[in-house]
């Protein structure tokens, strides 16, 4: 069955960084395009970075451009966000999502953002 399963969140501080790491299984991940998500207290889940399914094409909200990259290591079956110049409004659930036309999510981990 498909497997996702994220790691490296964590408490850093305003300006830190952390790397996400999302290891996918029961699919065949060069197939698939991937995103990462997060869902603060009280607001909707809301998309954060794209790639494509070769790695070749990426996107980003708008809050997070400069900031975060999102890369993936299909030999690895793993897709990460590296994310950096942290500030408390990234303070959230990520979550990392299979796409296509049925949506897989994995269990989130937390990102907390404060001094």
């Known amino acids: 069955q498909v497997q996702l399963v994220e790691s490296g969140g964590g408490l850093v501080q305003p300006g830190g960084s952390l790397r996400l790491s999302c290891v996918a299984s029961?699919?065949?991940?060069?197939?698939?395009?991937m995103s990462w998500y997060r869902q603060a207290p009280g607001k909707e889940r809301e998309m954060v970075a794209y790639?494509?399914?070769?790695?070749?094409?990426?996107n980003y909200a708008d809050s997070v451009k400069g900031r975060f990259t999102i890369s993936r290591d299909n030999a690895k079956n793993t897709v990460y966000l590296q994310m950096n110049s942290l500030k408390p409004e990234d303070t959230a659930v990520y979550y990392c999502?299979?796409?296509?036309?049925?949506?897989?999510w994995g269990q989130g981990t937390q990102v907390t953002v404060s001094s």
């Open positions: 999502r299979r796409n296509g036309n049925i949506a897989y």
């Open positions: 790639i494509s399914a070769a790695g070749g094409r990426t």
């Open positions: 029961g699919f065949t991940f060069t197939n698939y395009a």
